[in-house]
């Protein structure tokens, strides 16, 4: 399966610390998104990252993307309650069909 | 309100018979999609479209049909009901395709006795 595997699974930090999570995944993409969902939502869209960018800011979020070892990093700064959710990194391959989502990240911050 | 809702919210269901999940957006994006989420397997694309007409399958297509008559909607019809086909399922939209970050509704909780 071309499926990312999201590291850690679970994750639970307190309030005001940084969060980190990890996609991998097993081939050639095109771009690499990342998405968060909040229990019983559905999930929204955080950051695209494309296979020729390295490093991409968006307010608390910093994605990385190393196409050589086929990883991506997920880093929220400064964590809030509110940032509680799972988050999942979806890849886009070489065909229309080719788009898989990992199987995500439970972060819960604790107030 | 713009926006992509799916309905109903929550099925309840037996196995064999058909049962149509519905999707409608307001955007007038081109693509839309319909996943699965199961747990352990995150989301699983199962069908897309790219305009009006135009539908691909997905990588767990099996069991499922979809049409496309209008822009707005993307109806998923399952039309014999198995019980591994209870799931959430998700329908998204995005206007340029996989280029594009999709818009995601709420989902609909499908069980299947």
């Known amino acids: 399966s071309q499926q990312g595997e999201e590291d850690p699974q679970a994750l639970s930090i307190q309030e005001g610390e940084n969060a980190t999570m990890n996609c991998s995944y097993k081939t050639s993409i095109n771009n690499l998104q990342w998405y968060r969902q909040n229990s019983g939502r559905g999930l929204v869209h955080l950051i695209l990252i494309r296979s020729n960018e390295r490093e991409k800011h968006s307010g608390r979020l910093r994605v990385t993307l190393d196409t050589s070892k086929k990883s991506s990093s997920l880093l929220i700064t400064a964590s809030r309650a509110a940032d509680t959710a799972s988050y999942f990194c979806?890849?886009?391959?070489?065909?229309?069909?080719?788009?898989?989502f990992g199987t995500g990240t439970s972060l819960t911050v604790i107030p | 309100d713009a926006g992509i809702t799916q309905s109903p919210r929550y099925k309840i269901t037996e196995t064999g018979r058909q049962v149509t999940l519905m999707c409608h957006q307001t955007w007038s994006h081109s693509y839309m999609f319909w996943y699965r989420q199961d747990l352990g397997h995150g989301l699983r694309l199962i069908y897309y479209?790219?305009?009006?007409?135009?539908?691909d399958k997905g990588e767990v297509p099996d069991g499922y049909v979809v049409s496309r008559s209008k822009t707005e909607n993307f109806p998923l019809t399952l039309e014999s009901a198995t019980r591994s086909q209870t799931s959430v399922y998700f329908c998204?939209?995005?206007?340029?395709?996989?280029?594009?970050?999709?818009?995601f509704g709420d989902g609909t909780r499908l069980s299947i006795l």
């Open positions: 479209s790219a305009a009006a007409d135009i539908t």
């Open positions: 998204a939209s995005s206007d340029q395709g996989w280029h594009q970050p999709q818009h």
């Open positions: 979806a890849t886009w391959g070489n065909t229309g069909n080719q788009f898989y």
